[in-house]
Nanobody, 124 residues
Framework: QVQLVESGGGLVQAGGSLRLSCAAS????????MGWFRQAPGKEREFAAA????????DYADSVKGRFTVSRDNAKNTVYLQMNSLKPEDTAVYYC?????????????????WGQGTQVTVSS
């Protein structure tokens, strides 16, 4: 069993930056692929970014490509999402998730463990 806890969300002006963290407990994350998803009010949860178990492969949604960077520190059992040039449309609850697949996975159905989410609000 893996427990995930996100942190780092908050209110930021458009153009600003935030760094989300996802700390894991229960098991080491080193054998899990990790992903970040987000859900805006009234919308379905959507894929944002994913990283392979080693950190060597990443993937991003087109909407965040070039602005967001996902990374991981397996020694600290933590995954990060650096978000730059934030836009009001990035406003959402951000969730990190762990998949038993070690590679990059973009489908939320393939993720077995989820955090409780952290709110990101970008003002215009």
């Amino acid at each position: 069993q893996v427990q995930l806890v996100e942190s780092g969300g908050g209110l930021v002006q458009a153009g600003g930056s935030l760094r989300l963290s996802c700390a894991a407990s229960g098991r080491t994350l080193s054998s899990y692929g990790m992903g970040w998803f987000r859900q805006a009010p009234g919308k379905e949860r959507e894929f944002a970014a994913a990283v392979s178990w080693s950190g060597g492969s990443t993937d991003y949604a087109d909407s965040v490509k070039g602005r967001f960077t996902v990374s991981r520190d397996n020694a600290k059992n933590t995954v990060y999402l650096q978000m730059n040039s934030l836009k009001p449309e990035d406003t959402a609850v951000y969730y990190c998730a762990a998949t038993r697949w070690s590679s990059v996975i973009t489908n939320s159905n393939d993720y077995a463990y989820w955090g409780q989410g952290t709110q990101v609000t970008v003002s215009s």
